[in-house]
């Protein structure tokens, strides 16, 4: 009886994760096609196969579909921040943090590129997704600090400000080119900037 709890959240977590994939794929596919602005909640439900009922609960609203994935490169870029040896710049460290967005890009480019231009192109999206670009800062920064003792909360503020100013820039420069630069170059080229300046 006792495994059964921690066999079970998995899998529920294993649906979860399929049932919104699945959202976010079908809602893209419609804001792509039809405009973010012009779809609404039900023509995404009615094409996911999904109740009004059950989108709430998974998302606040449209924008959420779209900007939630970059909730999950936080968590799972400070986790990889964490994770680097401790003898390592803090500036390759934060760039590796940024190995989950790489990895969703390069893994349907097209797709990302699609994403990324729409959230561009709605105010309304693109506020949205400003504002979990920040909370991925704050993030950053509460683990920088972590990591360097000796920095102060505002010396950690201003290197993950800086460290998502090169996650920003090199976004935006690999959509100008429809994804066909390498994204982790571009990161690379981003990071690297900030060393002669601020090591």
């Known amino acids: 009886m006792t495994g059964v709890p921690s066999s079970a ?3 529920q977590q294993r649906i979860r994760d399929r049932v919104l994939s699945e959202v976010s794929e079908t809602a893209v596919a419609l804001f792509v096609a039809h405009g973010f602005d012009e779809t609404t909640v039900d023509q995404i439900c ?3 196969g999904l109740s009004r009922r059950s989108f709430f609960r998974y998302y606040k609203g449209k924008e959420d579909v779209v900007v939630s994935l970059f909730s999950t490169f936080a968590v799972e870029g400070c ?3 964490v994770a680097r040896p ?3 710049d803090i500036w390759t460290a934060l760039r590796h943090s940024m190995t989950p967005m790489t990895r969703w890009a390069d893994d349907d480019p097209v797709r990302a590129v699609a994403m990324l231009r729409l959230i561009d192109d709605s105010p309304s999206l693109r506020a949205r997704y400003l504002d979990r670009v920040d909370r991925w ?4 920064a509460d683990v920088v600090h972590a990591r360097q003792a000796s920095a102060t909360h505002l010396q950690a503020a201003v290197i993950a400000a800086a460290g998502m100013g090169a996650y920003l ?3 935006r420069a690999w959509v100008a080119t429809d994804g066909a630069d390498s994204l982790p170059t571009l990161f690379d080229a981003a990071f690297a900037a900030l060393r002669p300046r601020m090591d």
């Open 46 to 48: 009615e094409a996911a």
């Open 137 to 140: 800062r704050a993030s950053l």
């Open 86 to 88: 401790a003898g390592e």
């Open 169 to 171: 820039a090199a976004v």
């Open 79 to 81: 986790a990889h921040f």
């Open 9 to 11: 959240e998995p899998l």
